[in-house]
């Protein structure tokens, strides 16, 4: 089972991962509306708006100044670049069923909840308002933590650190489920439990095994 316990006890909180976990974030789901041939859809995501380049608005980086320069530097793909940004809401558009399921169980059985996303800044501000339009278990959570927002990435140590700090509660309190396995393994070092989320059959498994009411 992909799953570490932190301590003996049971965790009593439950912290997810955004993209892979709860919504299959994924550009294409936008730029397949905007170019035609997948083959030109790959090329552009691959060497003009690059995972790279995204990466770099996790960490704090600013998207206007970002995509101001991208242009710049591929005036000809100008609209293309403006849309990453402009219709980011549209590449997250589409949850996992039986993962937000997974959220409103145990939200109902009073289980805390809090969301942990290496993702730009504004997707603070998204998930407390425009987000949850589109995706109502958002409002199941307590609280959210963005990397670009506090300046802090996972697997960094701080911001597990920083997730508990806002919600007020141990690492051993708590289980973190991600789909990226250094970023399950930063939490382990950091002392939480962690479930390395490959379907959510396994997910809820694992949950279950920790006692949690999934």
């Given at each position: 089972m992909a799953v570490s316990k932190a301590a003996s006890k049971a965790p009593s909180v439950v912290v997810f991962d955004f993209g892979g976990v709860l919504v299959d974030?994924?550009?294409?789901?936008?730029?397949?509306?905007?170019?035609?041939?997948?083959?030109?859809?790959?090329?552009?995501?691959?060497?003009?708006?690059?995972?790279?380049?995204?990466?770099?608005?996790?960490?704090?980086?600013?998207?206007?100044?970002?995509?101001?320069?991208?242009?710049?530097?591929?005036?000809?793909?100008?609209?293309l670049i403006e849309a990453f940004y402009g219709r980011f809401d549209e590449m997250m558009a589409h949850d996992f069923p039986e993962m937000t399921a997974l959220v409103e169980r145990l939200d109902d059985a009073g289980v805390p909840l809090f969301l942990l996303s290496n993702a730009p800044a504004f997707l603070?501000?998204?998930?407390?308002?425009p987000g949850r339009a589109m995706h109502p278990?958002?409002?199941?959570?307590q609280d959210y933590v963005v990397s670009g927002r506090v300046g802090l990435m996972k697997?960094?140590?701080?911001?597990?650190?920083?997730?508990?700090?806002t919600g007020g509660f141990a690492p051993a309190d708590a289980v973190f489920i991600d789909d990226?396995?250094?970023?399950?393994?930063?939490?382990?070092?950091?002392?939480l439990a962690a479930v390395h989320h490959r379907s959510p059959v396994e997910t809820v498994a694992a949950l279950r095994d920790l006692g949690l009411p999934a």
């Open positions: 974030w994924n550009p294409r789901h936008l730029y397949r509306r905007l170019i035609a041939d997948p083959a030109e859809m790959e090329r552009f995501l691959g060497t003009v708006a690059t995972t790279a380049w995204h990466g770099e608005q996790d960490r704090g980086g600013d998207p206007v100044e970002a995509t101001r320069r991208l242009r710049a530097a591929y005036p000809q793909h100008a609209d603070d501000d998204w998930a407390r308002g278990f958002l409002g199941r959570f697997p960094d140590a701080a911001i597990y650190d920083l997730v508990c700090r990226n396995l250094p970023n399950v393994e930063g939490a382990r070092r950091a002392g």
